[in-house]
């Protein structure tokens, strides 16, 4: 790890829905190259914290900083340049279901990479397919992949785009156990093959302990703890130590 | 449904006004994107291949029978007053001028309407729409504008063809009691139109094919919950649509009579 100044610097974030204060004032930054895993029941606002980062919701009052810039204050044109920059691994995957894998991975390629021609993009997506695993994938339909396999492609057209930051909704929930165990070893071995700074949001604890670096619980809005796995795993604070055993 | 009836009256009121005001914002927006770059070209002709070849076979088969029908009803009312020669003509303006247009943009009401509501309404449940947006393609653009672009264009060539349909048809029951040559029973048809007659039904047509996609995608793209209410979405689509084509031709009719 680097000691770098943050890649994302969260500061005062506070949202509300219907009334419902889910996010009571968040402060977190994530440095380069950095895990940060956010852990949390169920309904603590780990979901609403990750839409705020990439612009999908829009906070009350607070501000999130990327490379510097506040996303509040951007236009629609610099925040799609910021989310260039920025992955995002949906809890389902969010595969487009009438397109075919290489398609799907084709996609960002034709939007944002416009100059590559047909044979750079064949061999971006090969690379790519073959780094999460999957290299004979490319013909397949979404509706054909089991749900790891969806992560894992969800996961190849994020890099597409080879960000910076990954920001990972649930990535091992509704998997198996052993499927969860690759999903997390596969964020490790992105953060190392691409040195990305990710923020993994889970309320599981086996890839907490596999992918963090550092992590911040989260509950009822609030932070209520930080630091690595095994300090966490220590803490005085009963709510904290019985989320690990 | 008890609490539903005992809400006040100006209750459905101010959630009909809302959805009006939504609605008004999601045309105008249409309107502003698809003025600006980029422009999805490969989307754009691919929803022209979806909405325009994949309805013909369903326009060609409603026209001819419509032709048929039409032709064969009125036939004996025309032989009671011996005008059977104005049949051709007859059924020539009742086709361009009303039954084309609104017979095939209702059975594309039906067909592309419900399917962009629940192709977008699925997309938005499942965070596909979401997934666009966080890599920097703007949905709205790509689904939105390709789609209403390509159901304006489209449904104006799918109303001459229905038309052509329609009046073949007619010509095959004017034959089953008559003997008329197909370049006379059309030279007969189209004598009794002229350009203005026409010229409304192709306004006509694009209205309607921009309200059948604009209502599409709007109804798909407010989906919010699970998947029954992407059911709902394609239903409310249909509906709304069939409806928007009957006020819109009434207010063309009106003024097409003004001018």
């Known amino acids: ?80 340049q910021l989310r260039i920059k920025i992955g995002f691994l949906f809890q389902s995957g969010a595969l487009y279901d009438s397109m075919t894998v290489y398609e799907n991975l084709a996609f960002p390629l034709r939007h944002h990479k416009k100059h590559l021609g047909r044979e750079k993009i064949n061999q971006l997506i090969q690379e790519v397919l073959e780094n999460v695993g999957l290299p004979d994938a490319g013909g397949k339909m979404p509706a054909e992949l089991s749900g ?50 990710s923020l993994i949001i889970t309320h599981d604890i086996t890839c907490a302990k596999m992918t963090a670096d550092r992590i911040v619980m989260l509950n009822e809005g609030t932070i209520v703890a930080e630091g690595t796995y095994n300090e966490l795993a220590k803490s005085d604070d009963e709510w904290v130590r019985s989320f690990f055993n | 449904m008890a609490a539903e009836t005992s809400l006040p009256a100006w209750i459905p009121c101010k959630r009909a006004l809302l959805h009006a005001g939504e609605f008004s ?3 105008f ?34 026209s001819f029978i419509m032709g048929l029908v039409l032709t064969l009803q009125t036939r004996p009312s025309l032989a009671s007053f011996g005008a059977v020669s104005l049949l051709p003509g007859m059924v020539s303006v009742s086709v361009i001028k009303e039954i084309g ?62 038309d ?40 006509k047509s694009i209205l309607f094919g921009m309200a059948i996609g604009i209502i599409g995608c709007y109804k798909g793209f407010r989906v919010e919950g699970g998947t029954a209410s992407v059911g709902s ?24 009579d003004i001018l």
């Open chain 1, 1 to 80: 790890m680097e000691t770098t100044s943050p890649v994302v610097e969260i500061h005062a974030l506070r949202k509300t829905f219907n009334e419902v204060e889910i996010l009571k004032g968040i402060d977190l930054c994530i440095d380069k190259a950095e895990n940060l895993v956010v852990l949390g029941k169920s309904g603590s606002g780990k979901s609403t914290l990750i839409k705020c980062m990439i612009g999908l919701s829009e906070p009350d009052e607070g501000s999130i900083c990327i490379f510097g810039q506040n996303i509040a204050e951007v236009n629609y044109e610099e925040l799609n």
């Open chain 1, 148 to 197: 790891g396999m969806s992560k894992r492609i969800g996961l190849a057209r994020t890099l597409m785009l080879k960000p910076s930051i990954m920001l990972y909704d649930e990535p091992t929930t509704g998997l198996d156990t052993m499927t969860a165990k690759e999903i997390s070893q596969l964020i490790l071995d992105m953060q190392r093959k691409y040195r990305i700074s």
């Open chain 2, 25 to 27: 914002l999601f045309f």
């Open chain 2, 29 to 62: 927006r249409f309107l502003r994107e698809s003025v600006k770059l980029p422009f999805e070209g490969r989307e754009f002709l691919f929803q022209c291949y979806k909405v325009g070849n994949k309805s013909l076979p369903l326009t060609a088969v409603t």
């Open chain 2, 101 to 162: 247009p609104v017979i095939t943009a209702v059975i594309c009401a039906g067909k592309i309407s419900s399917r962009m509501g629940a192709e977008l309404g699925s997309m938005k449940v499942t965070e596909q729409i979401d997934a666009m947006e966080v890599s920097a393609i703007n949905p709205f653009r790509y689904l939105v504008v390709t789609r209403v672009l390509a159901t304006t264009c489209m449904l104006p060539l799918l109303v001459v063809f229905a």
């Open chain 2, 164 to 203: 052509c349909v329609a009046l073949f048809s007619s010509f095959l029951a004017y034959n089953i009691h008559g003997d008329i040559s197909l370049t006379r029973f059309f030279s007969l048809a189209l004598s009794k139109l002229d350009w203005i007659d026409i010229f409304p039904s192709i306004i």
């Open chain 2, 233 to 256: 979405a394609a239903n409310s689509a249909v509906v709304t649509a069939s409806l928007a084509i009957f006020f819109i031709d009434l207010i063309t009719v009106q003024i097409t």
